[in-house]
């Protein structure tokens, strides 16, 4: 009985040691992927999947375009649609419309400008260009930002502090049919009283903006002073003619200013196309969507303040990267600001101006040429539902993450990096969201972005937009309205604010 025990025993012992050598023979044998180490996502190479067997369509045109030897120039000429997609792209007809249009015209790359700012725009040699996506009718946050946080491109002194001059108001005048009075804040060639701001042909209480719409004609003004023709006004300094305008401080001339105790610069002007020191803004535009046309008052709005860039593209959200790549390309071409920086952003965002002059010049030299700073995201996987804004069809991009990215909300970065962006952009097809685009062509370059905390893409919060000492910490703040903005700012420069 022990004997036959042993046997059976033995016998065990042996087929489990049989069944453990075939199953270490078929693990051995298993896919090649399952043997890679553990790594982080972000750090994989490629971050999309080229050996899937179902090629998607960005897939297969990155492999196309990194094949090729050489690239074709791109010429502003008619674009037509790929009108073959609807056969062979899967389910392209159950597709949102704003996904259909994009991948229908994702190959189109050269538009016209429309407008762009004069020449004399890029002479000098700026510390820091702001550049912001706008859309054609937000007119509104386009002048709540310059007469807040862009009013340093406006040839503003800046005393290396947290503000501008310290008394920077707005109490002063400049520019062509503008005219300022003790805090007036003017449209195209419009007065009102003291403290009032008006668009284009706006009129509201003191401190507000507001769209086009409810005008009373370019020139108007109304007033302790009674308006007199195009930009004449009479507030409690006297304005005649074309922007003149006498404060307490009296100013003469085209864009002459002076301020109490400030003079712009040795008796001159100040007007656009005129180098403005260390900041120049810049709104970047395509062509408005819907019926209607704004281009008589976009016209009057770049005579007047000489800073719109815009192409001739339909301006929807899917296009914001056709708008960057148009933008590092024309940044290259016309403006090689080599030692500048450029803060690209959104024009819902109040940003510390002086706050980014101070972390630029604090920065090496060695660090300002691949510099790219911002809230940084990492490991962001695609959106595949199509009610979301951020939606990406399979059948268009295949990958299971993408590439380390900053968000689009705003971002800063050494202008030596937009002819070295366009490059790389040339070898990447187009992708719907602008800031993953960004992340691919620094990584086409071998670059990352750098995380700041003061850049604030998705954390701001209604907190950051009403304590002005939540928000002096940041570099960046969204303002959902450009009375939100206004308002901020007015509680940023109230004297006497004290925090802990």
Avoid at 301 to 324: H, I, M, P
Wanted: include cysteine.
């Amino acid at each position: 009985m022990n004997l036959l025990r042993k046997r059976w025993l033995l016998w065990l012992v042996c087929a489990l040691l049989t069944n453990g050598v075939i199953f270490l023979v078929l693990w051995s044998y298993r896919s090649p992927a399952g043997d890679q180490p553990t790594v982080s996502p972000w750090t994989e190479t490629p971050f999309w999947r080229s050996d899937c067997p179902l090629e998607s369509l960005w897939n297969r045109e990155k492999r196309q375009l990194a094949e090729a030897q050489t690239l074709e120039e791109e010429e502003e000429e008619e674009c037509r649609p790929d009108t073959q997609l609807s056969t062979t792209f899967t389910d392209f007809q159950q597709l949102p419309q704003p996904m259909q249009d994009f991948l229908t015209y994702r190959h189109c790359r050269a538009y016209p400008l429309v407008l762009e700012p004069p020449p004399g725009w890029c002479s000098g040699r700026p510390l820091l260009l702001l550049a912001i996506k706008s859309r054609a009718q937000s007119f509104a946050r386009r002048q709540a930002i310059r007469q807040t946080w862009g009013r340093l491109a406006q040839g503003r002194a800046w005393d290396g502090g947290l503000n501008e001059t310290p008394d920077s108001g707005l109490g002063e005048a400049r520019g062509p049919a503008q005219a300022r009075g003790l805090g007036q804040a003017r449209g195209l060639g419009q007065s009102r009283g003291p403290g009032q701001s008006r668009g284009l042909g706006q009129a509201r209480g003191p401190a507000q903006a507001e769209g086009l719409g409810q005008a009373r004609g370019l020139g108007q003004a109304r007033g302790r002073g009674q308006a007199q023709g195009l930009g004449q006004a009479r507030g409690r300094g006297q304005a005649r003619g074309l922007g003149q305008a006498r404060g307490l401080g009296q100013a003469q001339g085209l864009g002459q200013a002076r301020d109490p105790g400030q003079v712009q610069g040795p008796g001159q002007a100040r007007g656009p196309g005129q180098a403005k020191g260390l900041v120049r803004l810049i709104f970047l535009l395509g062509l408005p969507e819907g019926p209607g046309s704004l281009t008589t008052l976009l016209g009057c709005e770049s005579r007047q303040y000489g800073d719109l860039l815009q192409w001739a593209f339909r301006d929807t959200f899917l296009n914001l990267t056709l708008k960057e790549v148009l933008f590092q390309r024309w940044l290259s071409s016309r403006c090689p600001f080599s030692r500048s920086f450029v803060f690209k952003g959104d024009d819902d965002v109040l940003v510390n101006t002086a706050g980014l002059l101070r972390l630029v010049r604090s920065l090496r030299s060695n660090q300002n040429r691949q510099l790219f700073l911002g809230d940084t995201i990492l490991g962001a996987r695609p959106s595949r539902n199509p009610a979301l804004k951020y939606y990406v069809p399979g059948a268009f991009y295949r990958g299971p993450y993408y590439p380390p990215y900053a968000g689009g909300a705003g971002v800063l970065y050494s202008a030596g990096l937009a002819p070295w962006l366009a490059r790389a952009a040339r070898r990447l097809p187009l992708f719907p969201i602008d800031d993953v685009y960004t992340g691919m062509c620094l990584r086409q370059l071998g670059l990352l972005p750098v995380h700041h905390p003061g850049f604030r893409s998705f954390g701001s919060n209604v907190t950051h937009r009403r304590d002005p000492c939540a928000a002096r910490h940041l570099l960046m703040v969204h303002t959902p309205r450009p009375r939100d903005m206004l308002h901020l700012w007015g509680l940023l420069h109230k004297p006497n604010v004290t925090c802990d």
